[in-house]
C-alpha cells in the first residue's frame, strides 16, 4: 500500500468514526428526551384551581394581570394574546417593561417560539405577538413585570 492510499484509508476512517460518533449523540439525545416524554419530569401538576387567563397576582404580590384572547388558546397555531397589567389598587401600569418565557414543566421544555411585548395600548394593555404551544398539555406562561412597583414575575398555568 502507497502513502497516499494510507492517507487516504486513514481519512475515510475518521470520516466514518466521526459521523458515527455524531450519530450515536443524536441519538442519546433524542433518546433522552423521548423518555422525558414519555415518563415525566416527576414535577407535579397544579390543582385545577391554578388554571386559567387570570387575574393572576404576581409572585411577589407587586402586579395583577389577565390574560386576554380573541379565541381559544389552540395548540400549533400562532397566536397573539393581550396582558392586562395592574397594580394592588387596580391602578393600570403602563410603563412596564414584559418579556415572556414558558413550556411544559412535565416534559421539560420551554416555548417553541420567542413571543414579545408588541404594542402597548395603553390602560395597562400590552399586546404579545408570536405565541405558539406546540402540544396539547399543561403549558406555563411566565410574564417577567419591570415596572414601577418593581420587578416581579406571573405566572399562568394553561391546559390546551
Known amino acids: ?9 486513514s481519512r475515510i476512517r475518521r470520516a466514518v468514526l466521526t459521523l458515527a460518533t455524531l450519530a450515536v449523540a443524536i ?4 433518546c ?8 415525566g419530569t416527576g414535577v407535579k401538576r397544579p390543582a385545577a384551581s391554578e388554571f386559567g387567563l387570570g387575574p393572576r397576582s404576581s409572585a411577589e404580590g407587586r402586579y ?3 390574560l386576554e384572547t380573541p379565541k381559544p388558546l389552540r395548540p400549533r397555531q400562532m397566536q397573539t394574546v393581550r396582558v392586562t397589567v395592574r397594580d394592588t389598587e387596580g391602578r393600570a401600569i ?9 413550556g411544559m414543566p412535565q416534559h421539560g421544555h420551554g416555548l417553541p417560539t420567542r413571543p414579545r411585548v408588541t404594542r402597548k395600548l395603553g ?8 405565541v405558539r404551544f406546540n402540544m396539547g398539555g399543561w403549558w406555563e406562561f411566565t410574564l417577567a413585570i419591570a ?3 418593581g420587578a416581579d414575575t406571573v405566572t399562568f398555568n394553561l391546559a390546551l
Not at 441519538?27 to 433524542?30: E, M, Q, R, V
Not at 433522552?32 to 415518563?39: D, F, L, V, Y
Not at 403602563?94 to 414558558?102: K, M
Open 32 to 39: 433522552s428526551h423521548a423518555m422525558m416524554m414519555i415518563h
Open 27 to 30: 441519538s442519546l439525545t433524542a
Open 1 to 9: 500500500m502507497t502513502d497516499t492510499q494510507r492517507i487516504d484509508h
Open 123 to 130: 390602560d395597562g394593555i400590552y399586546e404579545i405577538e408570536g
Open 94 to 102: 403602563d410603563e412596564a417593561e414584559i418579556s415572556i418565557a414558558g
Open 147 to 149: 415596572g414601577p412597583g
Open 64 to 66: 395583577v394581570a389577565t
